[in-house]
């Protein structure tokens, strides 16, 4: 059940996209963000509606994935288009009340779906194609400059290394507690919502416990190792700009450009 | 009379993935009242998944499970009576604690029972008694308990429900060998008393062959033998294709025997090799 989740989950893969540089990729995924919400007009949406269909056909992960994933938004993007629709301005072409819809609601409605639909599409294709480690490899890196404001990068990035690293363990021992309080009779399906939290303590608990045990243990560990945070630590993978990064760069500036020019000489719809 | 019966069971892991995998293929076996079954087989080989279905944690993919002759799986929604006959003690129990005392903690499944008060005052003292933890320490926190001491208290919460079947994965794991034997004594004495029929999975031989009326192997999801200890234990070579070991004592026994002395199969204690050895001695009339 709370396996199915498949929003940030990595798929091993050999595709371009999980060959390019993981800071490349968050780069290009934070400029693509931008860039949704600088499209004004319907061609600048379409170019990078096009570019976000590119990039994930060229993913090497199957298109039923990311479908799951938009499946677990569908519910937002129903409201936030159908509070839009009714938001707009001009001259109503459907009126019930206070309600109207106008033209440029509709258009509103359509922009922040799309939008939503590229925003998920794009950043699940960053977590699908990007291994947890590399991902947090590429953050310590491109923070490094906020050293400067003494801003401990290395060990955020551990941390968030290891609360990665701990999930799966941790959803495989809330399932373990859970069979073992099932097997004394806990009853966790059955009753209303208070009942319901009320029979999640038993699992709680030992999760919790479990889960302080491990970082002690964890902490432990480090310490044999003589860990001692990122003062003088060197790499075991260093990451390189290859050609592909090159051209993954360069395909990204297109598109950005594109977008720009046509933002500038296609007149603004919303 | 069997207790539990189980026919042509089958589990397969994550059905129409690519993950998929067979973790229980075409189980049959039957279970007397009042036996003590010792469950052996290689990491992985399906025992946790085959005794999760006997008091329906997991629903077999197909095949059915039949306790006192009746399918468990007829009514879904009443499952849970099940688990009050078919207690399951998982591994490391110790790590299921919750309450705030160890008298909570191990009044838990009586309650969920739906029990009196005064009946479940009785059957958790009962179960304290039966695992040897004395009445102050059912006061403590189980978090400030010692290892050993959190691993009975845990046995104690599945046997205060008084199964009918009490299942065992691996309880004796992690203990040190005084507390291994102490808890394995305690185990038997409760289940003399109580004539309840149990089955315990085990990765020590030497347990299994001291305490088990039957051994059943499993192997690759598969059941390979289901016979008396001593049966089971003189097929080292077989067990040993499996990944398994045969107790120490039974070993040392073989050898002599392959080496060309009389002496019998399936010896399985330090006792019974013992006796053997002195009487072949006697018949070579070296004593």
């Known amino acids: 059940m709370i396996r199915d989740i498949t929003l940030g989950q990595y798929v091993p893969g050999n595709g371009i996209v999980h060959k390019a540089d993981p800071r490349v990729k968050i780069i290009l995924l934070i400029a693509f963000i931008t860039l949704i919400f600088c499209a004004f007009?319907?061609?600048?949406?379409?170019?990078?509606?096009?570019?976000?269909?590119?990039?994930?056909?060229?993913?090497?992960?199957s298109l039923k994935l990311y479908?799951?994933?938009?499946?677990v938004i569908i519910v937002i993007i129903l409201i936030t288009s159908i509070l839009n629709i009714f938001y707009g301005t001009g001259t109503p072409i459907w009126q019930f009340g206070i309600l109207k819809i106008t033209m440029s609601g509709i258009y509103r409605a359509v922009f922040v779906s799309v939008r939503i639909v590229l925003l998920i599409l794009i950043s699940s294709c960053l977590t699908f194609t990007t291994s947890p480690t590399d991902l947090t490899d590429a953050l310590e890196r491109l923070m490094k400059p906020l050293k400067v404001f003494h801003i401990k990068v290395h060990e955020i990035a551990m941390m968030m290394t290891i609360a990665l690293r701990f999930v799966p363990t941790l959803l495989e021992e809330t399932d373990k507690i859970?069979?073992?309080?099932?097997?004394?009779?806990?009853?966790?399906?059955?009753?209303?919502?208070?009942?319901?939290v009320k029979a999640m303590t038993p699992v709680l608990i030992p999760l919790f416990v479990s889960a302080f045990r491990r970082a002690y243990d964890l902490a432990m560990a480090m310490e044999c190792r003589c860990y001692q945070g990122g003062d003088g630590r060197t790499r075991m993978k260093s990451l390189h700009i290859k050609k592909s990064d090159v051209f993954c760069i360069i395909f990204a500036v297109v598109i950005l450009t594109g977008v720009v020019l046509c933002d500038i000489f296609i007149a603004p719809i919303i | 009379m069997s207790v539990i019966e189980v026919k042509d069971l089958c589990y397969t892991y994550g059905i129409n993935t690519p993950f998929e995998k067979k973790a229980v293929i075409d189980l049959n076996l039957s279970v007397n009242e009042g036996e003590v079954i010792g469950l052996i087989g290689h990491t992985g080989s399906g025992k946790s998944t085959f005794v999760q279905m006997l008091n329906g944690l997991i629903k077999p993919t197909s095949g059915k499970v039949f306790l006192n002759g009746e399918d468990i799986w007829e009514k879904p929604k009443e499952i849970r009576k099940i688990r009050f006959k078919v207690g399951m003690v998982f591994q490391y129990p110790e790590y299921q604690l919750f309450d705030e005392t160890v008298y909570k903690d191990i009044s838990f499944g009586p309650m969920n029972k739906g029990l009196g008060e005064k009946e479940i005052d009785e059957t958790v003292r009962k179960a304290a008694k039966f695992v040897g933890l004395s009445d102050e320490l059912l006061n403590q926190s189980p978090f400030d308990l010692s290892g050993g001491e959190k691993r009975r208290a845990a046995i104690a919460g599945v046997i205060a429900m008084d199964p009918d079947v009490l299942v065992l994965d691996e309880p004796t794991?992690?203990?040190?060998?005084?507390?291994?034997?102490?808890?394995?004594?305690?185990?038997?004495?409760?289940?003399?008393?109580?004539?309840?029929?149990?089955?315990?999975?085990?990765?020590?031989?030497?347990?299994?062959?001291?305490?088990?009326?039957?051994?059943?192997?499993?192997?690759?999801?598969?059941?390979?033998?289901?016979?008396?200890?001593?049966?089971?234990?003189?097929?080292?070579?077989?067990?040993?294709?499996?990944?398994?070991?045969?107790?120490?004592?039974t070993k040392i026994m073989l050898a002599l025997k392959e080496k060309g002395y009389e002496v019998s199969d399936g010896i399985l204690t330090v006792e019974q090799a013992f006796l053997e050895v002195v009487n072949l001695l006697k018949k070579e009339g070296k004593i």
Not at chain 1, 45 to 56: G, H, N, W, Y
Not at chain 1, 67 to 71: E, I, M, P
């Open chain 1, 67 to 71: 479908f799951k994933s938009l499946k």
């Open chain 1, 41 to 61: 007009n319907f061609v600048s949406l379409a170019v990078i509606a096009a570019a976000v269909m590119i990039i994930i056909l060229l993913s090497d992960v």
């Open chain 1, 178 to 196: 859970m069979s073992a309080q099932k097997a004394r009779g806990a009853d966790m399906e059955s009753g209303g919502l208070i009942k319901k």
């Open chain 2, 173 to 249: 794991a992690g203990l040190d060998p005084m507390g291994r034997n102490l808890l394995l004594s305690q185990i038997m004495q409760y289940h003399r008393e109580r004539k309840n029929t149990i089955i315990i999975v085990s990765h020590s031989m030497e347990d299994i062959a001291k305490i088990a009326d039957r051994v059943m192997v499993i192997n690759s999801g598969k059941l390979e033998m289901l016979d008396t200890p001593a049966k089971v234990f003189s097929e080292a070579e077989r067990l040993e294709k499996m990944g398994l070991e045969v107790p120490q004592i």
